[in-house]
């Protein structure tokens, strides 16, 4: 089965829209295997952001990230980064359908709630920063037989 790395922003933590959030990946069928709160250091945002080093939003995202916790998660399942990736919407708010997570939360771009892994590869980069190999959790989700052959 397919991982991706979710976090929950700060201003979802802030908002309190977690268990909303949450409950959106729980009711389409995926597996929660790896949770955690906590406080990013400038250390792990700028190792989180690499790939943007350099640009004008670089600073700022990194010291938005560790303005207040974050929810850190593994998830799993059938094809998970893309449908993470459909759910969330797109990283603008303002151009994210209605019925996505970042159209029914994000305010705008910087304060849009959520970060996914855009790819498998990604989402192993990722979680490898947030989380230890025993930290993942392996077992059966009850009903996970009637989610997919």
Same mark, same amino acid.
């Given at each position: 089965?397919? *991982? ?5 922003? &700060?201003?979802?933590?802030? #908002? %309190? ?6 409950? #959106?990946?729980?009711?389409? %069928?995926?597996?929660?295997?790896? @949770? *955690?709160? +906590? ?8 190792? !989180? $952001?690499?790939? !943007? ?6 600073? &700022? ?11 850190? @998660?593994?998830?799993?399942? *059938? =094809?998970?980064?893309? +449908?993470?990736?459909?759910? @969330? %919407? ?7 359908? &209605? %019925?996505? +997570?970042?159209?029914? $939360? ?5 304060? =849009?709630?959520? !970060? ?13 920063? $947030?989380?230890? &190999?025993?930290? +993942?959790?392996? $077992? ?10």
């Amino acid at each position: 089965m397919e *991982k991706t790395f979710l976090m929950l922003k &700060p201003d979802a933590v802030q #908002r %309190g829209l977690v268990g909303k959030i949450i409950t #959106r990946f729980e009711d389409k %069928g995926c597996k929660l295997v790896g @949770m *955690k709160l +906590i406080k990013v250091d400038r250390s792990l945002a700028e190792r !989180h $952001y690499e790939e !943007h080093k350099g640009k004008g939003f670089f600073e &700022p995202t990194v010291n938005f990230i560790m303005s207040s916790p974050v929810v850190a @998660m593994v998830w799993e399942g *059938k =094809n998970v980064v893309a +449908i993470a990736r459909e759910m @969330m %919407g797109s990283t603008n708010p303002a151009s994210a359908n &209605p %019925g996505t +997570i970042r159209g029914a $939360y994000g305010m705008d771009i910087s304060r =849009n709630v959520i !970060h996914g892994s855009d790819s498998v590869a990604s989402a192993e980069r990722e979680i490898a920063l $947030y989380f230890r &190999p025993e930290e +993942i959790l392996e $077992y059966n989700k009850a009903g996970e037989e009637w989610l997919s052959e």
